[in-house]
């Protein structure tokens, strides 16, 4: 039966999957996660005090989660239309061998709706045990103790997270179906690779490119820093367009500048497969550049979101503190009738916008996350697709599987750590920059919610990178 | 003296149970060190396919290949792949070049592979490069000098490590008659001048015909094997294409 059929693809297929999967299931995930929001107990708590800020927050979500499905049905359609790519050559046999266009349709269309509901499953899990974790550091931020921390399981969320891939689903099917019909069996037969022109970019450019860049970034943390990040005028402006056109320099030349450096170091570059890793590079510059420095900017942002939000939260807090700190005893019993009473009232009142903007920012900065880290693995294993050629005249001239797998991890972790490493330098500086100001309301800890903000991308960019990793290796050993 | 190169009783079978389709059936011959072999035969006699299992890239079915004393056979993959970098030199038809390297740099790959030190690296380098005639696209990349240069810089990287043998799949096939030229002169004079064991698979007499003995593959066996013994490349094109036209190939017409 075809349920079968394409149940047995997909379980033998899943690493071709695995990056598909990995994104529809993380999506699952953090959606489910923030749409869960009104079950979460310091929104109950908030709910006593404050109904209409609640209703407000979710309301904020719920506007925010439109965004957020669209660009996550970006995402998925982009996958999807990787993993297409990657089986042309199967579907194309399955025409050849006499299925009709119809029930191959139908095959595909059994195959999304399977890893769909696999993706679904085991994202609302995840999201259950990530809300979890959200409850546990809401509650921290806003010193409450609450005895019982139990899974928030919130069946509309379920429903509405349901709901809304499904739309997602249907949407990628109806692309599948379209790129099914459209193409003719012979198209599906033989890979379309379209022969890249490789230009090979002048080397004196390329450092000429880079030192420019980093001139220009440099310049504008000069005026981030020295300026601060509230004075929101014509001097902000010119501050975040030299530092995207710095971004873009940098990460144009950056690889020429390398690959003229290492040259002049001949025992370096003449060891291993260090020339064809920095040569192939290079030699890719051109197609990955503008990529490279979206993704830069992607994680700038869900790096800043993420850790400005959570310092605010924290800095919010300590003007309390000093506000608190600031009062008589006798004052308070004027004002509050008693310690324990202040305590619960003032923290209440900031509670509601303290909320808000940690959820946004954190809702924000892990779809941020997770677009560029699924982008830029589809990308780079869609060049290892391309790289087989030249692995295989590698291996023809006999390096060893182990040197070719470490030419494909450093390929691939230049790829993924160096638009991470510069958003983290923007963002250092940045956070600095915001500082000055958080600081001007109260103390800002970025200590811990750095560490929070770390611990995320890593689980996020590090599973991304290290499936992209395995899955260049399979691709580059299948073929031989 | 030692062969260089033994094939005993060499099969390849395509495909398993079923469809079973053989491409090499009890081939022996052996090459000693210094000859100029040549393979030649119609389309799918198996030219390839010996070549390939030569060279470790395919495994052969049945029967042994032993090359300097080694049976190839029985390596384990770490073993052939330093098989393959330190005792053999391969030439093959297109993909040879790796795109983004440049000449010099594809010609220092097999070398850098080998982990030889950067001084000996680079003198070794232009010498085998000024060898073929290619001393002056050193610095240009494989896209910007011509086909025939192309195939000159993938033998310099053949020879450059100096190989027990050197294996070359139709080097020529993708060349003008004057490249082919070209490229067929110097691996005559490297093959006369530095002793290098050559072993080269055509389509095309011509070619052929700079051999000192060619092996004529039909149906996966040994046809024939021709020597040229004293005869001058004119009257040992003859006697090829005689052999040619009895296997019934295609290179007696003018196509
Ligand atoms: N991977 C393979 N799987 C199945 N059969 C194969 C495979 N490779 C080659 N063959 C078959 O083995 C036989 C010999 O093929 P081979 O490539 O060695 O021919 P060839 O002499 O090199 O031909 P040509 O001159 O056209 O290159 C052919 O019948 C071919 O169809
Ligand atoms: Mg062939």
Redesign the pocket.
């Known amino acids: 039966m075809f349920l079968k059929l394409a149940l047995r693809n997909v379980t033998r297929g899943m690493r071709d999957y695995s990056v598909y999967f990995l994104t529809l299931t993380f999506g699952v995930c953090v959606f489910y996660m923030f749409n869960s929001l009104g079950s979460q107990p310091a929104m109950t708590i908030l709910a006593s005090s404050d109904a209409g800020m609640v209703k407000d927050i979710l309301l904020y979500m719920d506007v925010l989660s439109v965004f957020v499905s669209v660009v996550l049905a970006c995402l998925v359609l982009y996958a999807n239309r990787f993993m297409l790519r990657r089986r042309k050559k199967e579907l194309g046999t399955y025409l050849l061998l006499g299925l009709p266009l119809s029930k191959l349709s139908l095959l595909l269309f059994c195959e999304v709706l399977l890893i769909g509901i696999l993706a679904l499953v085991t994202g609302i899990a995840l999201g259950i045990f990530g809300s979890l974790g959200l409850s546990a550091l809401t509650l921290s931020l806003f010193q409450i103790d609450v005895p019982q921390l139990g899974f928030v399981f919130s069946g509309s969320s379920v429903g509405k997270t349901i709901l809304y891939f499904s739309v997602m689903f249907l949407v990628v099917m109806v692309f599948n179906q379209i790129s099914v019909a459209r193409r003719k069996l012979i198209d599906l037969m033989t890979d379309e690779r379209k022969n890249e022109v490789l230009k090979n970019q002048s080397l004196p450019f390329s450092v000429l490119h880079f030192l420019l860049g980093v001139a220009l970034l440099l310049s504008a943390y000069a005026i981030l820093l020295l300026r601060g990040i509230l004075a929101l005028d014509k001097w902000f402006l010119v501050m975040l367009f030299i530092g995207a056109l710095g971004t873009l320099l940098f990460f144009r030349g950056l690889s020429g500048f390398i690959l003229q450096l290492c040259r002049r170091h001949e025992t370096l570059y003449y060891k291993n497969l260090n020339m064809f890793v920095l040569r192939q590079w290079s030699g890719k510059i051109h197609s990955t550049y503008l990529s490279m420095t979206v993704i830069c900017i992607m994680l700038l942002l869900a790096i800043g979101i993420s850790a400005c939000s959570l310092g605010l939260n924290n800095a919010v807090d300590s003007s309390v503190q000093t506000y608190i700190s600031s009062m008589s005893t006798q004052e308070i019993q004027d004002i509050y009738g008693g310690y324990d009473n202040m305590l619960q009232s003032v923290y209440l009142e900031t509670a509601g916008s303290k909320l808000l903007v940690l959820y946004m920012g954190l809702y924000l900065g892990m779809i941020f996350l997770l677009s560029s880290a699924a982008v830029l693995a589809l990308q780079q294993l869609s060049q290892t697709a391309d790289n087989i050629v030249r692995y295989q005249i590698l291996a023809r001239l006999g390096t060893e599987e182990r040197m070719r797998g470490r030419a494909v991890f450093a390929q691939i972790f230049l790829a993924f750590f160096l638009p991470l490493a510069l958003a983290v330098v923007h963002a250092a500086v940045g956070i600095t920059a915001a500082n000055s100001v958080i600081a001007q309301v109260g103390q800002l800890d970025t200590g811990a919610s750095s560490v929070l903000t770390a611990c995320f991308i890593l689980v996020i960019y590090g599973t991304y990178f290290l499936l992209t990793f395995l899955g260049s290796r399979r691709i580059l050993r299948e073929r031989r | 003296m030692e062969p260089i190169l033994t094939a005993v009783q060499l099969k390849k079978v ?2 398993g149970r079923g469809n079973q ?1 053989s ?1 090499l059936s009890d081939v022996n011959f052996k090459v000693f060190p210094g000859e100029f072999t040549g393979i030649m ?1 119609a ?8 070549l390939n299992c030569i060279s470790t890239i395919d495994r052969p079915t049945g029967g042994s290949i032993i090359v300097d004393g080694q049976d190839v056979t029985a390596l384990k993959p770490a073993a052939l792949s330093s098989f393959r970098r330190e005792r053999l030199g391969f030439v093959f038809q297109d993909c040879n070049l790796l795109d983004t390297l440049t000449v010099f740099e594809n010609i220092a790959l097999a070398l850098t592979i080998l982990k030889t030190p950067v001084s000996e690296l680079k003198s070794s380098v232009r010498e085998t490069a000024n060898l073929l005639g290619i001393g002056d696209v050193l610095d240009k990349f494989p896209y910007q000098i011509s086909g025939g240069q192309r195939q000159r810089a993938a033998a310099a990287r053949a020879i450059i490590t100096k190989p027990a043998l050197l294996l070359a799949d139709e080097p020529t096939g993708a060349l003008d008659s004057k490249s082919a030229r070209l490229l067929l002169e110097r691996l005559d004079e490297l093959n006369r001048e530095r002793g290098a064991t050559i072993l080269m698979v055509t ?1 095309d007499a011509f070619t052929a015909s700079w051999c000192r003995r060619i092996l004529f ?1 039909k149906d996966g066996s040994i046809y024939a094997v021709l020597d040229r013994g004293e005869a001058d490349r004119q009257d040992f094109f003859h006697r090829i294409m005689e052999i040619v036209s009895e296997l019934g190939g295609d290179e007696t017409h003018v196509s």
């Open positions: 395509y495909g389709s491409a035969g389309s799918g006699s198996g030219k390839t396919t010996l389509h593959l």
